[in-house]
């Protein structure tokens, strides 16, 4: 079993930054890939980042690429999630997930989640 909760978000304007980070904890987090996923009121989840155990492959949507940027240290068990040039359209709560076996892009994979946090971008 792993326990995921997220924490970081909030009230920022456009063009600023937040780290979100997932604290991990449960003695199974080994192998585990991690992903960070979206959701905007009225909208499906959707992925943002992933991350591999080893982190030597890291995985982004198009619409953050090259303005967010994924982490993690196994020692904390915590994956990160740096966001900056923030945008409105970033507004959503974000979720952390953790999968055994390669990071995926969907979210169906994944076994544990976090319970979210709420990131708001003010324009």
């Known amino acids: 079993q792993v326990q995921l909760v997220e924490s970081g978000g909030g009230l920022v304007q456009a063009g600023g930054s937040l780290r979100l980070s997932c604290a991990a904890s449960?003695?199974?987090?080994?192998?585990?890939?991690m992903g960070w996923f979206r959701q905007a009121p009225g909208k499906e989840r959707e992925f943002v980042s992933a991350?591999?155990?080893?982190?030597?492959?890291?995985y982004y949507a198009d619409s953050v690429k090259g303005r967010f940027t994924i982490s993690r240290d196994n020692a904390k068990k915590t994956v990160y999630l740096q966001m900056n040039s923030l945008k409105p359209e970033d507004t959503a709560v974000y979720y952390c997930?953790?999968?055994?076996?390669?990071?995926?892009?969907?979210?169906?994979?994944?076994?544990?989640w976090g319970q979210g946090t709420q990131v708001t971008v003010s324009s």
């Open positions: 991350i591999s155990w080893a982190a030597i492959s890291t």
């Open positions: 997930a953790a999968k055994y076996g390669p990071p995926e892009r969907v979210r169906g994979p994944y076994t544990y």
């Open positions: 449960g003695r199974t987090f080994s192998n585990t890939a």
